[in-house]
């Protein structure tokens, strides 16, 4: 597939550019990043960002295998019945 104009900009380097949608600090942005700039009232919390999404990670896997072990079906597939 080739990528032209608007996308080759984004696909080619731009989705990665994390500033160009606005300061991380704006209460509009929900992510885990923007709400550690927030609670440390701080910009400079990449450090910090990358320990909470790990730990997110872990737990989150952690939790999916033990709903695995106990047989649990997602969440999401249990509504689509």
């Known amino acids: 597939m080739?990528?032209?104009?608007?996308?080759?900009?984004?696909?080619?380097?731009?989705?990665?550019?994390?500033?160009?949608?606005?300061?991380?600090?704006?209460?509009?942005d929900q992510s885990l990043r923007g709400a550690l700039a927030r609670v440390l009232h701080t910009v400079h919390v990449d450090g910090a960002w990358l320990l909470l999404a790990a730990a997110?990670?872990?737990?989150?896997?952690?939790?999916?295998?033990?709903?695995?072990?106990r047989g649990d079906e997602a969440a999401g597939s249990r509504c689509a019945r």
């Open 2 to 28: 080739i990528f032209t104009g608007d996308s080759r900009e984004y696909w080619g380097g731009a989705f990665l550019n994390s500033s160009r949608v606005g300061r991380v600090e704006n209460a509009a």
């Open 56 to 69: 997110v990670a872990i737990l989150g896997l952690a939790l999916a295998a033990a709903a695995a072990r």
